[in-house]
């Protein structure tokens, strides 16, 4: 089992930034790719962005490429995704998430991560 618990969240306008923060607890050891999923009032979740384990690879969702940046710190069991250009359409909940069953590939669906946080709310203001 591992807890994943987000914080960083809120209010901000167009253009403005966020930094999220993810840490986990609990069997870390084992744990390899960490990503960032949202879900918008009345959509389904979907996929933001997602970082290996020994953070050298990063992949992003088309939307947001460019804008978020996804960092991870080991150390800290820690994952951080910086939020620069924040626009109304990023208003969602967003989730961190982790991976223990592909050691070769990034999952970059929702399916494919196993544990997940309770979320944390960013609203963008036009």
């Known amino acids: 089992q591992v807890q994943l618990v987000e914080s960083g969240g809120g209010l901000v306008q167009a253009g403005g930034s966020l930094r999220l923060s993810c840490a986990a607890s609990?069997?870390?050891?084992?744990?390899?790719?960490m990503g960032w999923l949202r879900q918008a009032p009345g959509k389904e979740r979907e996929f933001v962005g997602v970082i290996s384990r020994d953070a050298g690879s990063a992949y992003y969702a088309d939307s947001v490429r460019g804008r978020f940046t996804i960092s991870r710190d080991n150390a800290k069991n820690t994952v951080y995704l910086q939020m620069n250009s924040l626009k109304p359409e990023d208003t969602a909940v967003y989730y961190c998430?982790?991976?223990?069953?592909?050691?070769?590939?990034?999952?970059?669906?929702?399916?494919?991560?196993?544990?997940w946080g309770q979320g944390t709310q960013v609203t963008v203001s036009s």
């Open positions: 609990g069997r870390t050891l084992s744990l390899l790719a």
């Open positions: 998430a982790a991976d223990f069953r592909h050691p070769r590939v990034v999952p970059t669906t929702v399916g494919e991560f196993d544990y």
